[in-house]
């Protein structure tokens, strides 16, 4: 599942925040009947050739996809693609995660990388759980569990710099991984003057029940991070912080509080928080008009 790779986007006019893929697998419609079987997406999979994939989930295939559960995908069209698995009934449903192709072991005090099958769309300050790599550090113990982004040198793979000194590696074989939490790219407004922001999210239906919670959030330092208050724009002067759902096939319009508004409080940076995610895509684009 992959994804815009951690970035700060400046400047005035229109301001993409970026694609966040689904935190959780992301689901598939059908596979066929062939050898090598082809895989239908209803949403755009964002792989390429050579990517490698892991099976979770798979609805009356024979045989299972997750009979053979690690993939090397052949990309046919941006909703379809083949793994070589000769199949004789075909299957009506599926999902795939993340797979993790290895942890390597590490000297002390350095942090431990994960490297993933495919672009992994992590930013820093995401986090991420990765199942049955059998992965273990000296400092910070078993590695199948919820870990934190501190670095991301590449869009396949990434450092978690909580656990150092890995001792036993990550296996390149039954390790694969979904995201927890995750952000879009980061908005520095710093020495920018401008006038007002509106933010357009846009939901992209996967299947199964597509929705995710995103909170705006804003931030000083980029580090401590709060809810921006906002309004839909059709009802400008009603702001609210809450927590918002997206669905599927939305597009909604917000208006960001702005400086000179009684709720506006400063800050330099703007993100998108999104959580408890599953099967769907989202996009959103900030609007900046500049002052003057």
Partial sequence: MPGTNAAS???????????????GAFQIVSNSIAN??????????????????????????SPALTATPRNV????????????????VAGTAGAYHLAVTSIPVTAAGVPATVNFGSMHGL????TFTPVATGAVAAVGG?????????????PTSVVVGAFTNVTTPGSATAGHSSKTTYNSDTWDNKGIS???VGLVITGVQNTGTPSTKCDIQVSLDNVNWFNAPYAVITAPQTLAVAQLTVTAASSINYKIASPGEVNYFPYEYLRLHFSTSADILVSATLTVLPRG
């Fill in 9 to 23: 986007p400046t400047g005035t006019g229109l301001v993409q925040l970026g694609t966040m893929y689904p935190g």
């Fill in 36 to 61: 090598p079987t082809v895989v239908t997406t209803l949403a755009p999979h964002g792989l390429t050739t050579g990517d490698v994939i892991f099976w979770t989930s798979s609805t009356t295939s």
């Fill in 73 to 88: 995908v052949t990309v046919l069209s941006a909703t379809t693609f083949s793994v070589p698995i000769n199949v004789t």
């Fill in 123 to 126: 930013r820093i300050g995401d």
């Fill in 142 to 154: 078993a590695m199948d569990a919820a870990l934190t982004v501190t670095a991301v040198p590449t």
């Fill in 194 to 196: 401008y006038q007002g």
